[in-house]
């Protein structure tokens, strides 16, 4: 019996977009994550893909929209300006952070910003917009979903106190855990992370870094290594990394991953670098995986 | 060496990455104008801006950096937090106006702001000054590049630039909207025309062309075509573009600040609406593309 369940990158980009040919196959645009189950859609960051998702919806009125957002930084917030339902005032949006309403309209704000661009607030535009501050677990669109603080870096932490969070989402017997933006090293806060996403049919991990001496620490992000050390301590189904960091291009991704299929402590797992613009069924991920 | 500019970023709105448009390149407004100074002299600071500053690094040959700001909406921003060269001990000058709400300054350090930014504020150890600069001035940056300014019909105040350097002149216009017939005008444009109307528009179409006169290279926003044009959203079109650079006496026009819905096709077509009449103009034509290189002088 196949669940449906399906997970689309329209944005697998850190920081900044990385338009042109070298990022062209794991995608250049910031991040966005979109599962799907028939009808009923959840997006996970509003990085600039987001316009590419909002695209395949500009046709369709009166529609009920979940975005959660997994930190409040620029590139996961700067796409929604572009986001095309958000013109039309028959869509409702409901925005989702465990941030308290007033800090996630706060941060947004500023892309709505007159100062910074041609709107003039975020409630200015013609959707219903709502603002949803998450405190524990919840059933949105049929989903079951769940949230954990992630490890938003040391040097982050000293100068945004906003914690960045995982989303698991689950559906029927399938689960989903995205983890947008995390650094995978051995704490507390990491082993709380792999006791939440256990089991998981599909984890989506960051990967910003292809090898260790090319890791900003403290910036809050993973090296590859590091999520597919997770990914086996999850003991995930199969696991999309993404979140690449402006610098890594498509050829360094398949370099370092030439390397890690040979790693006897990956080969149990099922692993793959997301792509952009591209649809991944669930259960399919699955039987290969175990095939 | 001489004078040249170079084009890290020609795409309006917001970057793009997609397969069918890496012809004229994704990322948002980032120019470099090329001078054999002791400092580097940038135009905005778009999507474009990330990749050159990591050609340069945080220790790039010059220490000191100028850039020019012709107004602060986001795609002509975004880059500059991820442009290592800020990373280093540099000396960087932003030249930009001061909005009726804001200075440069202040909206410089609301783009920074630690809660929002991806990078850890620590990190940028350059030092920023900030040069208020208001439309209509002509100045110096060093002892030979002159600058010169005009006010553009767009949200809030936005600033063209003029760039002359060894005996040669060239011209910045990211983002303009048509004056006619009381069409539209940005707030700042409306505060001076002081319903003036037609007074105001003949005087400001004159300013402008007054301010392209003879220009070596003009790179001037086309994000419209005459089909799309949608007056209010602060753009031109190929026809208008072309239409001062003929009454100006320009040599080469750039059709600049491309729609983040224009594929390749669409761009080229933008240039065959136009190459026709240009060439009766004796004026040269093209489309800009990311990481094409301009000679000035």
Same mark, same amino acid.
């Given at each position: 019996?196949?669940?449906?369940?399906?997970i689309?990158?329209?944005?697998?980009?850190?920081?900044?977009?990385?338009?042109?040919?070298?990022?062209?196959?794991?995608?250049?645009?910031?991040p966005?994550?979109?599962?799907?189950?028939?009808?009923?859609?959840?997006?996970?960051? @509003?990085?600039?893909?987001?316009?590419?998702?909002?695209?395949?919806?500009?046709?369709?009125?009166?529609?009920?929209?979940?975005?959660?957002?997994?930190?409040?930084?620029?590139?996961?917030?700067?796409?929604l300006?572009?986001?095309?339902?958000?013109?039309?005032?028959?869509?409702?949006?409901?925005?989702?952070?465990?941030?308290?309403?007033?800090?996630?309209?706060?941060?947004?704000?500023?892309?709505?910003?007159?100062?910074?661009?041609?709107?003039?607030?975020?409630?200015?535009?013609? @959707?219903?917009i709502?603002?949803?501050?998450?405190?524990?677990?919840?059933?949105?669109?049929?989903?079951?979903?769940?949230?954990?603080?992630?490890?938003?870096?040391?040097?982050?932490?000293?100068?945004?106190?906003?914690?960045g969070?995982?989303?698991?989402?689950?559906?029927?017997?399938?689960?989903?855990?995205?983890?947008?933006?995390?650094?995978?090293?051995?704490?507390?806060?990491?082993?709380?992370l792999?006791?939440?996403?256990r089991?998981?049919?599909?984890?989506?991990?960051?990967?910003?870094?292809?090898?260790?001496?090319?890791?900003?620490?403290?910036?809050?992000?993973?090296?590859?290594?590091?999520?597919l050390?997770?990914?086996?301590?999850?003991?995930?189904?199969?696991?999309?990394?993404?979140?690449? @960091?402006?610098?890594?291009?498509?050829a360094?991704?398949?370099q370092?991953?030439?390397?890690?299929?040979?790693?006897?402590?990956?080969?149990?797992?099922?692993?793959?670098?997301?792509?952009?613009?591209t649809?991944?069924?669930?259960?399919?991920?699955?039987?290969?995986?175990?095939? | 060496?001489?004078?040249?500019v170079?084009?890290?970023?020609?795409?309006?709105?917001?970057?793009?990455?997609?397969?069918?448009?890496?012809?004229?390149g994704?990322?948002?407004?980032?120019?470099?104008?090329?001078?054999?100074?002791d400092?580097?002299?940038?135009?905005?600071?778009?999507?474009?801006?990330?990749a050159r500053?990591?050609?340069?690094?945080?220790?790039?040959?010059?220490?000191?950096?100028?850039?020019?700001?012709?107004?602060?909406?986001?795609?002509?921003?975004?880059?500059?937090?991820?442009?290592?060269?800020?990373?280093?001990?540099?000396?960087?000058?932003?030249?930009?106006?001061?909005?009726?709400?804001?200075?440069f300054?202040?909206?410089?350090?609301?783009?920074?702001?630690?809660?929002?930014?991806?990078?850890?504020?620590?990190?940028?150890?350059?030092?920023?000054?900030?040069?208020?600069?208001?439309?209509?001035?002509?100045?110096?940056?060093?002892e030979?590049?002159?600058?010169?300014t005009?006010?553009?019909?767009?949200?809030?105040?936005?600033?063209?630039?003029?760039?002359?350097?060894?005996?040669?002149?060239?011209?910045?216009?990211?983002?303009?909207?048509?004056?006619?017939?009381?069409?539209?005008?940005?707030?700042?444009?409306q505060?001076?025309?002081?319903?003036?109307?037609?007074?105001?528009?003949?005087?400001?179409?004159?300013?402008?062309?007054?301010?392209?006169?003879?220009?070596?290279?003009?790179?001037?926003?086309t994000?419209?075509?005459?089909?799309?044009?949608?007056?209010?959203?602060?753009?031109?079109?190929?026809?208008?573009?072309?239409?001062?650079?003929?009454?100006?006496?320009?040599?080469?026009l750039?059709?600049?600040?491309?729609?983040?819905?224009?594929?390749?096709?669409?761009?080229?077509?933008?240039?065959?609406?136009?190459?026709?009449?240009a060439?009766a103009?004796?004026?040269?034509?093209?489309?800009?593309?990311?990481?094409?290189?301009?000679?000035?002088?």
């Open positions: 019996m196949e669940s449906g369940l399906k689309r990158f329209w944005g697998t980009r850190l920081g900044v977009s990385t338009p042109g040919k070298a990022t062209l196959e794991h995608g250049g645009n910031t966005c994550v979109q599962i799907l189950s028939g009808k009923k859609l959840i997006i996970i960051d @509003a990085g600039f893909g987001i316009n590419a998702l909002g695209e395949t919806l500009a046709t369709h009125r009166g529609l009920d929209i979940h975005i959660f957002f997994s930190q409040f930084l620029l590139d996961r917030m700067q796409g300006p572009f986001f095309l339902p958000i013109y039309f005032p028959e869509n409702t949006i409901h925005l989702y952070s465990p941030h308290k309403t007033d800090i996630l309209q706060k941060r947004l704000e500023i892309f709505f910003d007159h100062n910074y661009s041609p709107f003039e607030g975020l409630h200015k535009m013609p @959707a219903n709502h603002c949803h501050n998450l405190t524990r677990q919840a059933m949105i669109e049929g989903f079951k979903t769940d949230f954990i603080e992630v490890n938003h870096g040391a040097k982050m932490a000293q100068q945004n106190p906003l914690a969070f995982a989303y698991k989402f689950t559906f029927g017997k399938d689960v989903i855990t995205v983890v947008a933006g995390h650094e995978a090293i051995d704490s507390d806060i990491n082993q709380r792999i006791a939440f996403a089991g998981s049919t599909v984890l989506v991990h960051d990967a910003a870094f292809p090898t260790k001496n090319l890791q900003f620490t403290g910036w809050g992000h993973s090296t590859i290594e590091q999520a050390s997770n990914a086996a301590q999850i003991g995930a189904g199969h696991t999309l990394l993404t979140n690449y @960091a402006p610098f890594v291009t498509d360094e991704l398949h370092v991953m030439r390397r890690l299929r040979q790693d006897p402590r990956f080969t149990g797992t099922g692993f793959a670098l997301a792509k952009e613009n649809e991944y069924d669930v259960v399919p991920l699955i039987k290969r995986a175990a095939g | 060496m001489g004078f040249s170079k084009l890290h970023g020609v795409r309006g709105s917001r970057p793009k990455q997609h397969k069918d448009l890496l012809g004229f994704g990322n948002s407004t980032s120019i470099e104008f090329k001078v054999d100074e400092f580097y002299l940038f135009l905005d600071g778009g999507s474009g801006l990330a500053g990591r050609e340069l690094t945080s220790i790039p040959p010059k220490s000191e950096f100028h850039f020019l700001i012709t107004h602060t909406h986001w795609d002509h921003l975004l880059g500059l937090p991820f442009f290592e060269p800020f990373f280093g001990n540099n000396k960087v000058v932003f030249h930009a106006a001061t909005t009726k709400k804001s200075s300054e202040k909206l410089f350090a609301g783009l920074m702001d630690p809660a929002h930014l991806p990078v850890p504020i620590t990190e940028f150890k350059a030092q920023f000054a900030f040069n208020v600069v208001h439309p209509n001035v002509c100045y110096k940056i060093g030979h590049v002159k600058i010169m005009y006010q553009l019909n767009h949200q809030g105040i936005t600033l063209g630039y003029r760039v002359e350097y060894k005996g040669a002149a060239a011209v910045v216009i990211t983002d303009n909207a048509p004056i006619e017939k009381a069409n539209w005008m940005g707030e700042s444009m505060q001076d025309a002081q319903g003036r109307g037609a007074e105001f528009e003949n005087e400001f179409n004159a300013g402008l062309v007054q301010f392209l006169a003879g220009a070596d290279l003009v790179i001037f926003d994000h419209f075509t005459e089909a799309t044009l949608k007056p209010d959203w602060g753009h031109s079109t190929p026809p208008r573009a072309l239409a001062f650079c003929k009454q100006a006496g320009a040599k080469r750039i059709l600049f600040h491309h729609a983040p819905e224009d594929m390749d096709p669409a761009v080229e077509a933008k240039v065959k609406s136009v190459i026709t009449d060439k103009a004796n004026i040269e034509v093209y489309a800009a593309q990311e990481g094409y290189e301009w000679k000035v002088a």
